[in-house]
C-alpha cells in the first residue's frame, strides 16, 4: 500500500496549529510521489496549501474513519498518533461527557470540574465482577480488576495514579478506596477509608502550596498501601510520603505561596488559643511574603485551619500535640524574621538578645535563648588535637538558619505522617494489599531548581517501568497468540536515567562536590559540562554556564545549578539539634532523638529523609558533622524501594488530565490536554502500541464486519479461519502487515483503516451500481407511462370534442325551449305583481282602522284603571294616619301602666316572702350550709370553752402553786431549786400551749388559700370548658358543612391512599420478615459453630433444631400468656425463643405497652422514694434531739403504722372512688359537663378531708389539755411522799413519773400522728393537683388538636379524625384483647386441671385391672376401631406421641418431590392436616402445638439444606401455602366457608383456633417465597446480558466494531460461558413447569415471573446505560425483537395479568430510543413523549453512549441533547442512573380454597406411613 493510495481526494488530514495544537482538513487533490505541496480545504472552507519536505515537513497525519472515533479504547484507532488521540478524548469528553477512557492498560481520566452522578453504590455493584472490557471505562473498572486480580492470583497490587496537581488524582484514588471498601467490606463496618479521607486536610494543609500553575499542587508524593485480610476485607492502611519540597519553607518564587498551614496560621492568630504564638499577618514574615500575593481567590484560611484541627482531632491526635504542632510551625516564621547583623569585617555576625522574634522562637520551643542565639552564629570544629569555634559569616548563617528551618519542618512532617499511620494501623495480620501511589507527575517551570529536577528524575525511573511492563504485555499477548514476535523499537530512556543516576552521573558529580570544603554550584556546572557534553540527553544552554539542559522522555528542561549543592547538602549544625533536644517539650525533643539503625528499620521516603544527628564526642568526632547521605542520595535510595513494591506488585495506571486551568465544567483545552499527555505517557503508550500490532479482531468478528469484501466462493467454505487468511493475503500484499494468532488476527497501524477504505469503496461501489440500475428503471418506467399518458390524452381529446358538438346541438333547441317558457314566465309575474299590490293596500288601510278603533277601547281601559289605583291609594293613607295616632295613644297609656306595676314590682321585691319563693330551690343547700356552720359555731365554743377551762384550770393550779411556794419558802427555805424547775416547767408548758394555737392558725391559714385557689382555678377552668364547647360546637358545624360537598370524592381519594399505604406496609412487612431469615439463618450458622466449638466428650447440649416451642408444654400458642404480668412474659420470652416472639407482633405490642406502664410505676416508686428518704431524714433529725427508748420507739411506731393504716384504707377508698368516677366520665365523650362533674367530685373530696382535718385537731387539742393536767399534778408532787392534787388517793412517786412519762410519750405519738396526717394530706392534695393538672394539659392538647384541625384542608380534617379514632380503637382491642387472653388463660389452666384429675381417674382405675386384660381391651379396641374405619373413612389420621419424629422424617425431611409427583399436588400438606384434624378432635393440644411446631422446624431445616435448590424450595412453598389454606378453609371462620361443600364443612376443626399458627406459616410462606426468588434470580442473572443485550437473534442485523485491548486482556474472559435467549427461555419453562406440576397457586406463580422479569429489565438496562459499544441502532432492533420473545412466552404461558410485561418497559423504550431518529426538534418532542418510563438521566445518558456501526448513520449531535434536556426540564424524575435490581415487590398469598375432600386422598405405599391410621 503506498503513500498515493492514502492521500487522496476526500482523505481527511491532521495539520499543526499554533491555537488549538492539531486542526483538520480534507484532501481536494490527489497527491502524487515527488508533489512539493499537499492540496488541502479547512472544516471553515477556507482552502490551504500545505508544504512538503521544506523545514522537515513531512505528510500530514491521516484521520481515523467517523466509525472509530469517541471509542473506549485509544488503541483501536487504527492511526495511534497525537492528534488523533487528543480528537478521540475530546470528542469523548465533551460530546458524551465521558471523562474516562482507555489507552491500553491505562485508564486516562480527565478532570469534569463537576460531580457526576457515576459514583453512586449502584455503579460500584454494576462493575463488581465485571471484566474490564465489558463494561465502559471507569475508575471502578481498575479497581475491580485489581481486586479480581489480587483474590485469583493472590499477588499484591497497586494502582499508580498520577497527573499535575488539580487534574484529580486524589478523588481518583478516593472513589478507588470506596470502591475496596464496599466491595471488599462493608463500609459501615470499617472506617479506613474514612481515615484516609480525614487525612487529607492535615496532608493539604502541611503538603500543599499555591504554585504558578496551581493554588493547592501537592509538593509531595504518597503511596497508601490498602492491607486485606485472607477473606479480603479490608483491615488497615499505610501512608508512605516522598520528596518533600523542603526549600519551600525558605523560598517561595513569584507568585507562589508557602505551604498553607501557615497561612491557616497566621489567619487564625486573633483566636484565644493562639494568642501566645505572637504571630501577625502573614505579610510581616520574611517565610510568607516572598511570593508576594500571600492570599489566594475563594479560600478561607481560617477555615481551612479549622478543618485542619477537626482531622487532628479524628485521627487521634490530642489537643496538647496539636497546639506543639502549631508552635512549631510559628517558631519557623519567627526563625526567618531573624534579624542578623554583620560585624565591619564581614566574617563575623550575631543576633541581638533583645530580638522578639528570638524570643518568640525559643520560648515557642523551650529552648535556652543564649544558647540558640550563640550557635546560631558560631560552628565548632573538632579536630584530633582540640576543638575550635569559628565566628560564620552573614551567608553562612543564613544558610544555617534556613537549614534549620527546613530540618525543622521536614522532621514534624515526618512525626504527623507516623501518627496518621499508627491511627490506620490493625493489629489484624494482612494477607496482601494494594497500593495506590498519588505521585507528582512531570513538572517544568521558568526557573527549574532542585526539587524538579528530583520529580522530573522520579517520573523517568516511572516511565520506564510503565514501558517495561507495557512492553511485558505486548510480549505476553503475542506468545499467548504464538505470533513471531520481534524486539519493538521503543523509546528506552534509560540513558537518561544513567546520565543522572549512574556512576559519576549528575547526583554523583553533585554529591562529590557536595564533599568538596569549598564547593560551588559553577563549579558543579562546569563539571557537568566537561563531563557529559557528549552524552546524547545533556546539553549546554548557549547563553549561560550555570543552567544545563536535560532531554526527558517528555520534553527539554533547563535546570538551574543556583541552589543545589545546598539543597543537596541540607546542612544542619549538630549545636543547633543539640539545643532543640534539650527543649523542655517532650514533643519537640523527640523529633530530633537518634534512631539508631534507621535505614534499615525505617521504610524510606516518608517525607525528606531523617537526618541522623549524633551527639560530639572530644577527640573523635567533628562538631560539625553533617549528614552522611545527602538528599540526592536518600531520594534515589527511597526511590529504588519504591521501584521494588511496584516491581513486586501488579500495576494498574490512572493518568489524570487536567482539561483547563481555569477549572470550568467540561472545558477542553487542547494545548494543555497535549502538554500533560506527553509528561503522564500516555502518548509513548500509543508509540509503543503503534509499533508492534495495535488492532486486534478475533476471526468471527473479522469475518462479520469484512465478508463483504470476500469472494462468494469463498464464502462457501466452513472454516472462516481460512477464508479470513485468503481475504487477507489477497488484499494486503505486504504480509509484515498482518499476523494471524490462534484465535485473532493482528494488524499494524494503519491498515484497519485501510481496511475500512476497502469496506467503503465495495459499499460505494455497490451503491453505485444500485443507483445506476434504479435510475435506468425509472426512466424506462417514466417513459412508458409518458407513452401511456399520451395515447390517454389523445383519445380523451377526440372523445371531447364528439361530446362538445353534441352539446352545442342540444343547447340551441334548450335555448329556444327557454325563450318560450321565459316570455310566459314574465307575463305571469307582471300580473301577479299587480294582484298582490292590489291585496297589499287593501290589508293596511283595513288593519289601520282597526289599530285605531283598539287603541281608543285601551286608553279608556287604562284611564279606568288610574282612576281606581289613585282612589285606593287616598284612602290607604288616610287611614294610616289615624293608625297611627291611634298606636301613639296607646303606647303612652301603656308605658304609665308598665311603670306602675314596675314600682310594685319592685316593692315585692324587697319583701322576705319573694325570696324566699326565689330561693325555693336552694332551701336544702341554704339548710345543709346552715347546719355546718352551726357545728362549725358549736365546734368553736366547745374549743373555746375548753380552752377556757384549761386557762381557769391552769390559773388555779398557779394560784395553788404560789399558795404552796410560800408553804415551802415558810418550811424549808432550802428548796428554792425546785421552785425554779417548776417554774421552767410551766414556762414550758405555756410556750407548748402558744406553739400549738401557732399551729392551729397556720393551719387554718394555709387550707383556706388552699381553699380558694382551689376554687379559683376550678372556675377559670370551667370558663374555659364553656368557651372551648363553644368553639367546638362552631368548629363542629364548620366542618360538617365544609364535608358534605367533598366527601364521595375523599372517600375515594383516602381508599387509594389506604390501598398504597397497604401496599407499603406490606412491602415493609416483607422486607422485615426478609430480614428476620437473614438473621435466623444467621442464628443457626452460630448455633450450629458453637456446637462445634463447645461440644465435649461427657457433655452433650440440645440439638440446635430443637424447637423453641416444645420447650413449655403448657402453653399451646404464643399469644396466650398473661400480659399483664412482665415475669411471665419476660419467662414466655426466653422459653419460646426470641425467633418466635419476635414473629408475634401483638406480643410485641403488648410488651411494649407493658414497659410503658412499669416506668410510670418505677418513676412513681422513685418518687415515693425520695420521699421517704426524706422523711428519714427529718426523722433522724428528730431522733438527735429527743432521746427515748427502745420500748418507746417501738411503741411510738406500732401506734403510728396502725394509724397510717386505718388513713391510708380511707384514703384509698376515697382515690378508688376518684379514679372510678374519672373513668367513667372517660369513657363517655370529652366535654366539659363532665369535666366539671369530675372537678365537683374533686372538690367534695377536698372538703371531706378539711373536715377530717378539723377533727383531728380537736382531738389534739383534748388530748393536750389532758397532758397539760397530768403535768400540773405531776407538778404538785414532791421527791418525798406527796399527793396529787385533785385527788384524794396517794400516789407513790414513780408511778406519777410513769404516768407522767406515758402522757409525754402519748402527746409526741398524737403529734406524730397529727404531722403523718398533714402530710398525708399535703400529699393527697399534691396528687389531685397532679391529676388536675394531668387533665388540664389533656385538655390542651384537644384544644391544640382542634385548632390544628382547623387549620388543616378538609381532607386532612377527616384524615386527622380517623386516625384519632383508629389510635383509640387500637389502644381498646388491645385492652379488651388482653382480657381476652387472661379468660382464655383461665380457661386453660382449668382445662389442664381437668385433664389431670381425669387422667388420675383413669390412672387409677387401671391400676384396678391385670395387664393381661388390658392387653386384651387394647386389642379389642383396635380391632374394633379398624373395622369401623374401613367401613367409614372421616378424613383423619391417627398417630401415637412417639411416632410424630418418623412422621416428620418420611414426611418432610427425607421426601423428594418426585416421590409425589404422581399423586395428588401438595399431598404432604393434606397429610399433615388430617393428622392436626386428628388432634383436634380428640382435644389435645400439646399433640397440635407439637406437631405445628415440628413441622415447621422440619421445613426449615430442609430449605437450609437445600438453600440452592429450585425444585425443592418450590416444592414446599406450595406445601406450606396449601397447609396454610386448609388451616384456613376448615377453620370454621365463615369468610373461608363460603365455597366449601357440606362435606367439606364436616372436617372443619372443632375445639382449637389455631390463627397465631396460621400467621407463622403465612411467615414461613414469605421466607420461602424470598429464597425462590434468589435462587432463580441466580440462576438467570449470568443470563440476563448474553442472552437480552448481546444475543444476536436477528443474524447478520448487527455490525462489528472494533474492540480495545482491554477486552483481550481482561481477567477470566476466556471462561465465560455464553448464553442465548434460547437458553434463558428453556430455564423460564423449566421454572414455570416446575412450579405448575408442585401445584403452586397460580397468583403466586404469577409474582414469582414479575419479580424474575423485573430483575431481567434493571440488569439489562444498567448494562445498557454503562456500555458504549451496545448503544447503537442495530442493537435497538436485536434487543426490541428479543423483549418481543420473552413477551411472547409470558402469553404463551397466560402470564400477561401478571404485570411482569409492564416492567419490561423501561427497556422497551430504551431499545425504542436506539431506534428513534434523533436529529430535528420534532424528535426530541416525540423522544421525551414516547420514553415516559425512563428518568431524564437515563436518556441523556443514552443519547450520549448512543454510536453509529457504519460510517452511513450520523452520530447524534450536541444540540440535539441539549434540546431533549430542555424539553425534560419539567420533570421530577429521580437523579437515579441505575436500577436497583435487588429491589423486591411485596408478595401476597390470597386465599386459594380446595376441592379435593379429605376422605378422599389415599396414601401411597412409598411414603412409608404405615403407622398413620385412618379414623
Avoid at 293 to 310: C, P
Wanted: proline share 3%; aromatic share 8%.
Amino acid at each position: 500500500m503506498s503513500t498515493a493510495q492514502l492521500y487522496t481526494k476526500y482523505t481527511r488530514v491532521w495539520i499543526p496549529d499554533p491555537d488549538e495544537v492539531w486542526r483538520s482538513a480534507e484532501v481536494i487533490k490527489d497527491y502524487k510521489e515527488g508533489d512539493k505541496s499537499l492540496q488541502l480545504k479547512l472544516e471553515d472552507e477556507t482552502l490551504y496549501e500545505y508544504p512538503i519536505g521544506l523545514q522537515g515537513n513531512e505528510l500530514p497525519f491521516l484521520r481515523n474513519p467517523d466509525i472509530l472515533v469517541g471509542e473506549n479504547d485509544l488503541t483501536v484507532l487504527s492511526y495511534l498518533h497525537e492528534p488523533a488521540v487528543l480528537h478521540n478524548l475530546k470528542v469523548r469528553f465533551l460530546e458524551s461527557n465521558h471523562i474516562y477512557t482507555y489507552c491500553g492498560i491505562v485508564l486516562v481520566a480527565i478532570n469534569p470540574y463537576e460531580h457526576l452522578p457515576i459514583y453512586e453504590q449502584d455503579v460500584i455493584y454494576a462493575y463488581s465482577g465485571q471484566n474490564m472490557g465489558d463494561m465502559d471505562p471507569h475508575i471502578f473498572a481498575v479497581a475491580e480488576e485489581a481486586y479480581k486480580q489480587m483474590a485469583r492470583d493472590e499477588k499484591n497490587q497497586s494502582i499508580i495514579v498520577s497527573g499535575e496537581s488539580g487534574a484529580g488524582k486524589t478523588v481518583s484514588a478516593k472513589y478507588a478506596m470506596h470502591f475496596f471498601a464496599t466491595v471488599g467490606g462493608s463500609a459501615s463496618e470499617t472506617n479506613i477509608e474514612a481515615k484516609v479521607l480525614a487525612s487529607n486536610p492535615i496532608m493539604e494543609a502541611i503538603g500543599n502550596a499555591k504554585t504558578t500553575r496551581n493554588d493547592n499542587s501537592s509538593r509531595f508524593g504518597k503511596y497508601i498501601e490498602i492491607g486485606f485480610d485472607k477473606r479480603y476485607h479490608i483491615i488497615g492502611a499505610n501512608m508512605r510520603t516522598y520528596l518533600l519540597e523542603k526549600s519551600r519553607v525558605v523560598f517561595q518564587a513569584e507568585n507562589e505561596r508557602n505551604y498553607h498551614i501557615f497561612y491557616q496560621l497566621c489567619a487564625s492568630s486573633s483566636l484565644p488559643e493562639f494568642k501566645d504564638l505572637g504571630l501577625t499577618c502573614a505579610e510581616d514574615f520574611f517565610y510568607t511574603s516572598q511570593g508576594g500575593d500571600i492570599s489566594i481567590d475563594g479560600v478561607d484560611d481560617a477555615a481551612d485551619l479549622e478543618k485542619t484541627r477537626h482531622a487532628f482531632t479524628l485521627l487521634g491526635v490530642k489537643e496538647s500535640h496539636q497546639m506543639t504542632i502549631f508552635r512549631i510551625i510559628a517558631a519557623i516564621l519567627h526563625l526567618g524574621n531573624l534579624e542578623i547583623q554583620a560585624e565591619r569585617d564581614g566574617e563575623t555576625c550575631s543576633v541581638s538578645s533583645e530580638d522578639e522574634h528570638l524570643k518568640n522562637f525559643c520560648g515557642l520551643l523551650g529552648v535556652e535563648l543564649s544558647q540558640m542565639q550563640h550557635w546560631l552564629c558560631h560552628r565548632k570544629l573538632v579536630t584530633m588535637a582540640e576543638t575550635y569555634v569559628k565566628n560564620m559569616s552573614l551567608q553562612q548563617v543564613v544558610n544555617a538558619r534556613n537549614a534549620l528551618a527546613k530540618h525543622i519542618y521536614a522532621q514534624l512532617f515526618s512525626w504527623i505522617v507516623q501518627h496518621i499511620n499508627k491511627s490506620l494501623h490493625s493489629t489484624a495480620k494482612q494477607h496482601s494489599f494494594i497500593g495506590v501511589l498519588d505521585i507528582y507527575g512531570f513538572e517544568t517551570f521558568e526557573v527549574n531548581s532542585f526539587e524538579q529536577f528530583c520529580i522530573n528524575y522520579a517520573n523517568e525511573k516511572l516511565q520506564q517501568q510503565f514501558n517495561s511492563h507495557v512492553f511485558k504485555l505486548e510480549q505476553e499477548e503475542y506468545m499467548k497468540e504464538g505470533i513471531p514476535w520481534t524486539l519493538i523499537d521503543f523509546y528506552d530512556n534509560q540513558p537518561c536515567i544513567d546520565l543522572i543516576e549512574a556512576k559519576l552521573g549528575i547526583l554523583d558529580l553533585l554529591d562529590e562536590e557536595c564533599k568538596v570544603p569549598k564547593g560551588t554550584d559553577q563549579n558543579w556546572a562546569q563539571k557537568l559540562y566537561d563531563r557529559h557534553s557528549s552524552n546524547q540527553h545533556f546539553q549546554k544552554p548557549r547563553m549561560s554556564n550555570t543552567s544545563f539542559i536535560i532531554l526527558h522522555f517528555t520534553d527539554k528542561v533547563e535546570y538551574q545549578s543556583e541552589g543545589f549543592l545546598e539543597k543537596n547538602r541540607d546542612t544542619v549544625y549538630e549545636e543547633q539539634i543539640n539545643i532543640l533536644k534539650a527543649s523542655k517539650y517532650q514533643m519537640v525533643a523527640d523529633l530530633f532523638l537518634e534512631e539508631k539503625d534507621a535505614a534499615p528499620s525505617t521504610p524510606m521516603g516518608k517525607g525528606t529523609p531523617r537526618i541522623s544527628v549524633r551527639s560530639a564526642r572530644p577527640g573523635i568526632k567533628a562538631a560539625n558533622k553533617e549528614h552522611k547521605k545527602t538528599v540526592g542520595h536518600q531520594f534515589r535510595n527511597s526511590l529504588h524501594l519504591l521501584m521494588e513494591t511496584l516491581n513486586a506488585t501488579t500495576p494498574h495506571y490512572v493518568r489524570c488530565i487536567k482539561p483547563n486551568d481555569e477549572k470550568l465544567p467540561f472545558k477542553f483545552d487542547p494545548k494543555r490536554a497535549v502538554q500533560q499527555l506527553r509528561a503522564c505517557g500516555v502518548l509513548e503508550t500509543i508509540r509503543i502500541s503503534a509499533a508492534g500490532f495495535p488492532s486486534r479482531w478475533s476471526y468471527h468478528d473479522f469475518f462479520n464486519r469484512y465478508r463483504v469484501l470476500m469472494d462468494k466462493k469463498d464464502l462457501s467454505k466452513n472454516d472462516k479461519k481460512q477464508i479470513c487468511q485468503t481475504l487477507l493475503q489477497g488484499l494486503i500484499k505486504d504480509p509484515d502487515k498482518f499476523q494471524f494468532g490462534r484465535t485473532k488476527i493482528f494488524f499494524r497501524a494503519g491498515q484497519v483503516a485501510y481496511l475500512e477504505k476497502l469496506r467503503s469503496d465495495k459499499f460505494r461501489a455497490a451503491t453505485i451500481m444500485i443507483q445506476k440500475t434504479v435510475r435506468g428503471w425509472l426512466q424506462r418506467v417514466k417513459y412508458q407511462r409518458l407513452r401511456q399518458a399520451a395515447l390517454v390524452l389523445q383519445r380523451y381529446t377526440r372523445g371531447h370534442l364528439a361530446r362538445r358538438l353534441a352539446e352545442h346541438l342540444r343547447r340551441t333547441r334548450a335555448a329556444i325551449v327557454l325563450q318560450k317558457q321565459y316570455r310566459m314566465l314574465r307575463i305571469l309575474r307582471a300580473f301577479q305583481r299587480v294582484r298582490n299590490a292590489t291585496i297589499t293596500i287593501q290589508a293596511f288601510a283595513r288593519g289601520m282602522l282597526v289599530r285605531r278603533r283598539y287603541h281608543k277601547i285601551l286608553e279608556e281601559h287604562k284611564a279606568t284603571i288610574l282612576q281606581k289605583y289613585v282612589r285606593g291609594w287616598l284612602a290607604r293613607t288616610r287611614f294610616l294616619r289615624i293608625r297611627s295616632a291611634t298606636i301613639v295613644l296607646q303606647c303612652y297609656y301603656r308605658r304609665r301602666k308598665a311603670r306602675q306595676q314596675l314600682k310594685a314590682l319592685k316593692i315585692e321585691a324587697r319583701s322576705a316572702q319573694h325570696l324566699k319563693k326565689l330561693n325555693i330551690g336552694m332551701e336544702n343547700k341554704v339548710v345543709q350550709l346552715q347546719r355546718k356552720i352551726d357545728e362549725q359555731n358549736k365546734e368553736y365554743k366547745l374549743l373555746n370553752e375548753q380552752l377556757s377551762t384549761v386557762m381557769s384550770a391552769h390559773s388555779s393550779e398557779v394560784d395553788k402553786l404560789r399558795k404552796e411556794l410560800l408553804q415551802y419558802q415558810q418550811s424549808q427555805q432550802g428548796n428554792g431549786n425546785q421552785l425554779v424547775s417548776l417554774q421552767e416547767e410551766m414556762e414550758h408548758l405555756r410556750l407548748e400551749l402558744e406553739r400549738a394555737h401557732g399551729e392551729r392558725k397556720v393551719v387554718e391559714d394555709s387550707h383556706v388559700k388552699e381553699k380558694d385557689l382551689l376554687r379559683k382555678r376550678i372556675s377559670d377552668l370551667e370558663e374555659e370548658n364553656a368557651l372551648l364547647k363553644q368553639e367546638k360546637e362552631e368548629l363542629n358545624s364548620r366542618i360538617l358543612c365544609q364535608s358534605e360537598d367533598e366527601f364521595a370524592q375523599n372517600t375515594v381519594e383516602e381508599n387509594i391512599q389506604m390501598k398504597k399505604e397497604l401496599e407499603e406496609e406490606r412491602s415493609r412487612y416483607q422486607n422485615l420478615v426478609k430480614e428476620y431469615s437473614s438473621l435466623e439463618q444467621r442464628y443457626d450458622n452460630l448455633r450450629d459453630e458453637m456446637t462445634i466449638i463447645k461440644q465435649t466428650p461427657g457433655h452433650r447440649r440440645n440439638p440446635s433444631n430443637q424447637s423453641s416451642l416444645e420447650s413449655d408444654s403448657n402453653n399451646p400458642s404464643i399469644c396466650t400468656s398473661e400480659i399483664g404480668d412482665t415475669e411471665d412474659v419476660i419467662q414466655q420470652v426466653e422459653e419460646i425463643g426470641m425467633e418466635k416472639a419476635a414473629m408475634d407482633m401483638t406480643l410485641f405490642l403488648k410488651l411494649q405497652k407493658r414497659v410503658r406502664e412499669l416506668e410510670l410505676e418505677r418513676k412513681k416508686l422513685q418518687t415515693q422514694l425520695e420521699k421517704k428518704e426524706q422523711e428519714n431524714k427529718k426523722s433522724q433529725v428528730i431522733e438527735t434531739n429527743t432521746v427515748t427508748s427502745e420500748h418507746e420507739d417501738f411503741a411510738y411506731n406500732s401506734l403510728k403504722r396502725q394509724e397510717l393504716e386505718s388513713e391510708n384504707k380511707k384514703l384509698k377508698n376515697d382515690l378508688n372512688e376518684l379514679r372510678k368516677a374519672i373513668a367513667d366520665q372517660a369513657t363517655q365523650n370529652n366535654s366539659s359537663n363532665d369535666v366539671q362533674d369530675s372537678y365537683n367530685l374533686l372538690l367534695n373530696h377536698l372538703k371531706a378531708a378539711n373536715e377530717e382535718l378539723e377533727v383531728r385537731k380537736e382531738e389534739v387539742l383534748i388530748l393536750r389539755s389532758q397532758i397539760i393536767k397530768a403535768a400540773q399534778q405531776k407538778e404538785e408532787s414532791t421527791p418525798t411522799n406527796a399527793s396529787w392534787p385533785n385527788s384524794d388517793k396517794h400516789i407513790d412517786q414513780e408511778d406519777a413519773i410513769e404516768a407522767y412519762q406515758g402522757m409525754c410519750e402519748t402527746n409526741r405519738l398524737l403529734e406524730a400522728q397529727l404531722q403523718d396526717q398533714r402530710r398525708e394530706h399535703e400529699e393527697e392534695m399534691e396528687a389531685l393537683k397532679s391529676q388536675v393538672d394531668a387533665m388540664q394539659e389533656e385538655l390542651e392538647k384537644q384544644q391544640e388538636a382542634f385548632l390544628q384541625t382547623l387549620q388543616l384542608s378538609p381532607e386532612a380534617q377527616v384524615e386527622f379524625g380517623l386516625q384519632q379514632e383508629i389510635t383509640r380503637l387500637t389502644n381498646e382491642n388491645l385492652d379488651l384483647k388482653e382480657l381476652v387472653e387472661k379468660l382464655e388463660k383461665n380457661e386453660k389452666k382449668l382445662k389442664k386441671q381437668l385433664k389431670i384429675y381425669m387422667k388420675k381417674v383413669q390412672d387409677f382405675e387401671a391400676s384396678q385391672t391385670m395387664l393381661p386384660a388390658e392387653r386384651r381391651q387394647h386389642d379389642s379396641n383396635m380391632q374394633v376401631a379398624v373395622q369401623r374405619k374401613e367401613k367409614d373413612f372421616q378424613g383423619m389420621l391417627e398417630y401415637y406421641k412417639e411416632d410424630e419424629p418418623l412422621l416428620i422424617r418420611n414426611l418432610i425431611t427425607d421426601l423428594k418431590p418426585q416421590a409425589v409427583s404422581a399423586t395428588v399436588p401438595c399431598l404432604p400438606a393434606y397429610i399433615l392436616y388430617m393428622c392436626i384434624r386428628h388432634a383436634d378432635y380428640i382435644n389435645d393440644d400439646q399433640k397440635v402445638h407439637s406437631l405445628l411446631t415440628s413441622t415447621i422446624n422440619g421445613i426449615k431445616k430442609v430449605l437450609k439444606k437445600h438453600s440452592d435448590d429450585f425444585e425443592m424450595t418450590s416444592f414446599w412453598l406450595a406445601n406450606t401455602c396449601r397447609l396454610l389454606h386448609c388451616l384456613k378453609q376448615y377453620s370454621g371462620e365463615e369468610g373461608f366457608m363460603t365455597q366449601n361443600t357440606p362435606k367439606q364443612n364436616e372436617h372443619c376443626l372443632k375445639n382449637f383456633d389455631l390463627i397465631e399458627y396460621r400467621q407463622v406459616l403465612s411467615h414461613l410462606s414469605i421466607q420461602i417465597y424470598q429464597q425462590l426468588i434468589n435462587i432463580a434470580q441466580g440462576i438467570l442473572h449470568p443470563m440476563t446480558v448474553p442472552a437480552v443485550l448481546e444475543n444476536e437473534s436477528i443474524h447478520g442485523l448487527s455490525s462489528i466494531k472494533p474492540i480495545g485491548y482491554r477486552k483481550y486482556t481482561s481477567s477470566g474472559a476466556e471462561g465465560d460461558t455464553f448464553y442465548s435467549l434460547d437458553n434463558m427461555i428453556r430455564q423460564l419453562n423449566t421454572f414455570h413447569s416446575i412450579m405448575c406440576d408442585q401445584g403452586l397457586d397460580p397468583e403466586i406463580i404469577q409474582q414469582v415471573f414479575k419479580q424474575l422479569f423485573y430483575m431481567i429489565n434493571a440488569v439489562t438496562l444498567n448494562n445498557l446505560l454503562l456500555r458504549k459499544d451496545v448503544c447503537s441502532w442495530s442493537t435497538g432492533m436485536q434487543l426490541r425483537f428479543n423483549i418481543s420473545q420473552l413477551e411472547e412466552w409470558l402469553r404463551g404461558k397466560n402470564l400477561q395479568q401478571s404485570g411482569a410485561a409492564q416492567t419490561l418497559e423501561p427497556l422497551i423504550q430504551a431499545a425504542q430510543l436506539l431506534q428513534l431518529k434523533k436529529k430535528t426538534s420534532e424528535d426530541a418532542e416525540a423522544i421525551c413523549s414516547l420514553c415516559t418510563s425512563l428518568t431524564t438521566q437515563q436518556i441523556i445518558k443514552i443519547l450520549n453512549l448512543y454510536t453509529p456501526v457504519n460510517e452511513f448513520e450520523e452520530r447524534v449531535t450536541v444540540a440535539f441533547i441539549r434540546n431533549i434536556q430542555k424539553h425534560l426540564e419539567g420533570r421530577n424524575d429521580s437523579p437515579q442512573l441505575l436500577l436497583d435490581f435487588k429491589h423486591t415487590f411485596p408478595v401476597l398469598f390470597p386465599f386459594n380454597p380446595s376441592s379435593i375432600t379429605m376422605d378422599s386422598i389415599h396414601l401411597p405405599a412409598s411414603l412409608n406411613l404405615d403407622f398413620l391410621n385412618k379414623v
